[in-house]
T-cell receptor, first 117, second 117 residues
Framework: AQKITQTQPGMFVQEKEAVTLDCTYD???????LFWYKQPSSGEMIFLIY??????QNATEGRYSLNFQKARKSANLVISASQLGDSAMYFC??????????????FGAGTRLFVKA | GAVVSQHPSRVICKSGTSVKIECRSL??????MFWYRQFPKQSLMLMAT?????????EQGVEKDKFLINHASLTLSTLTVTSAHPEDSSFYIC?????????????FGNGTRLTVT
């Protein structure tokens, strides 16, 4: 069965510094997609970044980058130059490779990030 | 683009009544929509996959007779919580992909906070 593990329930970072949010996954699929989403206190889910299992280069989107280590099954999110507005819940997610019903996406437990001024 | 609208954002109902939550894709067609449930400070749990024109696919442990899903058009899926009880109180979020591409992320509605008294 597929599984996403986020072991950091909460993280603190000083404004303007970088922070790494950990994510490991387990799947028997060869083809899969990894996503990171941000959920502010207002509740909406915001897509941040995507990494495909066959992508050889780490994904980057502005201040977000994904440290993808396929052999270790990890997909850590790196946020550079943290801003106060980055304070939120962050979820790592995996889209399954087999179409068992629309390519389901499962989520990790999440990490709450606190950015300090 | 890729906006998903969910209504209502909040609802309070009495135990034993039914509540309908609507999820609309405003600027794209969604043959598949996903319904998630989120308990406070917890992750998103996939409840079911809603397929346009056919029956929904429910995840293990989700009662299909309690959580009725109808996907009658390419832009509308509804979740009806039947005979609601206090334990059904939760945050319900729908989502869909705007494109069939494998790297296409989920776009989420803003969620519905259900409180059953």
């Amino acid at each position: 069965a597929q599984k996403i593990t986020q072991t950091q329930p909460g993280m603190f970072v000083q404004e303007k510094e970088a922070v790494t949010l950990d994510c490991t996954y387990d799947t028997s699929d060869q083809s899969y997609g990894l996503f990171w989403y941000k959920q502010p206190s207002s509740g909406e889910m915001i897509f941040l970044i995507y990494q495909g299992s066959y992508d050889e280069q780490n994904a980057t989107e502005g201040r977000y980058s994904l440290n993808f280590q396929k052999a270790r099954k990890s997909a850590n999110l790196v946020i550079s130059a943290s801003q106060l507005g980055d304070s939120a819940m962050y979820f790592c997610a995996m889209r399954e490779g087999k179409n068992t019903g629309g390519f389901k996406t499962i989520f990790g437990a999440g990490t709450r990030l606190f950015v300090k001024a | 683009g890729a906006v998903v609208s969910q209504h209502p954002s909040r609802v309070i109902c009495k135990s034993g009544t039914s509540v309908k939550i609507e999820c609309r894709s405003l600027d794209f067609q969604a043959t598949t929509m996903f319904w998630y449930r989120q308990f406070p400070k917890q992750s998103l749990m996939l409840m079911a996959t809603s397929n346009e024109g056919s029956k929904a696919t429910y995840e293990q442990g989700v009662e299909k007779d309690k959580f009725l899903i109808n996907h009658a058009s390419l832009t509308l899926s509804t979740l009806t919580v039947t005979s609601a009880h206090p334990e059904d109180s939760s945050f319900y979020i729908c989502s869909a992909r705007a494109q069939r591409a494998y790297n296409s992320p989920l776009h989420f509605g803003n969620g519905t906070r259900l409180t059953v008294t």
